[in-house]
């Protein structure tokens, strides 16, 4: 799966939110939205309103393409209840974001590239597709000659980051575990997200 490569700092600064989780802070020189003099403020349409919010989720969880993203929602739509619970809670139980949420790396875009370079186990074995889905009770850890890696180290020192009350950390083994499927009002999303709008917008793909 390719990589994201376009222009973090720009998005960060468009939802005036260090989104990303960066450890330099990409809005503390630059705290205007990107342009010569600033974005300007207009009344957004009913589908403008849908796609700044799908945009917001997709950059929370590491720019995922709209594919992906589309997927997840159809998936979301098989199962029974709350719709956009579900999608929610798809996209929080990816490997990559339980990887990030658990502290093993720094940021969304670092775990990507964990999961996707093989230092990350689940259950004991080693998984890099960074889109599969943790079920409560699966221990995710980093295996043995990467647990020293200096990327793994420096996000662990990071506190600034509260652990979610459905995962557990074992931070000496570098291990942790979904201890729960997470509800939408547990989810530390970084700004808010309305996320039935997504659901809205993502139905007219379908």
Same mark, same amino acid.
């Given at each position: 799966?390719?990589?994201?490569?376009?222009?973090?700092?720009?998005?960060?600064?468009?939802?005036?939110?260090?989104?990303?989780?960066?450890?330099?802070?990409?809005?503390?020189?630059?705290?205007?939205?990107?342009?010569?003099?600033?974005?300007?403020?207009?009344?957004?349409?009913?589908?403008?309103?849908?796609?700044?919010?799908?945009?917001?989720?997709?950059?929370?969880?590491?720019?995922?393409?709209?594919?992906? *993203?589309? !997927?997840?929602?159809? &998936?979301?739509? %098989?199962?029974?209840?709350?719709? /956009?619970?579900?999608? $929610?809670? #798809?996209?929080?139980?990816? *490997?990559? !974001?339980?990887?990030? &949420?658990?502290? %093993?790396?720094?940021?969304?875009? /670092?775990?990507?590239? $964990?999961? #996707?370079?093989?230092?990350? *186990?689940? !259950?004991?074995?080693?998984?890099?597709?960074?889109?599969?889905?943790?079920?409560?009770?699966?221990?995710?850890?980093?295996?043995?000659?990467?647990?020293?890696?200096?990327?793994?180290?420096?996000?662990?020192?990071?506190?600034?980051?509260?652990?979610?009350?459905?995962?557990?950390?074992?931070?000496?083994?570098?291990?942790?575990?979904?201890?729960?499927?997470?509800?939408?009002?547990?989810?530390?999303?970084?700004?808010?997200?309305?996320?039935?709008?997504?659901?809205?917008?993502?139905?007219?793909?379908?």
């Amino acid at each position: 799966m390719a990589r994201y490569r376009g222009p973090k700092n720009r998005i960060a600064r468009k939802f005036s939110v260090n989104i990303f989780g960066k450890l330099r802070n990409p809005m503390l020189h630059k705290q205007h939205p990107p342009g010569v003099h600033g974005a300007k403020k207009k009344k957004k349409s009913d589908f403008g309103l849908q796609l700044e919010e799908q945009q917001k989720l997709k950059a929370v969880y590491g720019m995922l393409p709209q594919k992906q *993203l589309v !997927n997840f929602y159809k &998936r979301a739509l %098989l199962e029974k209840g709350n719709t /956009a619970q579900i999608f $929610l809670r #798809s996209l929080e139980c990816r *490997l990559d !974001n339980v990887v990030y &949420r658990l502290r %093993l790396a720094p940021t969304i875009f /670092a775990a990507q590239q $964990l999961v #996707s370079h093989g230092h990350i *186990l689940v !259950n004991g074995k080693k998984v890099d597709r960074r889109s599969f889905q943790v079920s409560p009770g699966t221990t995710i850890s980093v295996k043995p000659v990467s647990k020293n890696m200096k990327l793994i180290l420096g996000a662990q020192e990071n506190m600034s980051r509260e652990l979610p009350s459905y995962l557990s950390l074992d931070a000496a083994s570098r291990s942790g575990q979904l201890l729960a499927h997470p509800e939408m009002d547990q989810v530390p999303l970084p700004l808010p997200i309305n996320i039935p709008l997504v659901c809205e917008f993502l139905s007219h793909s379908t």
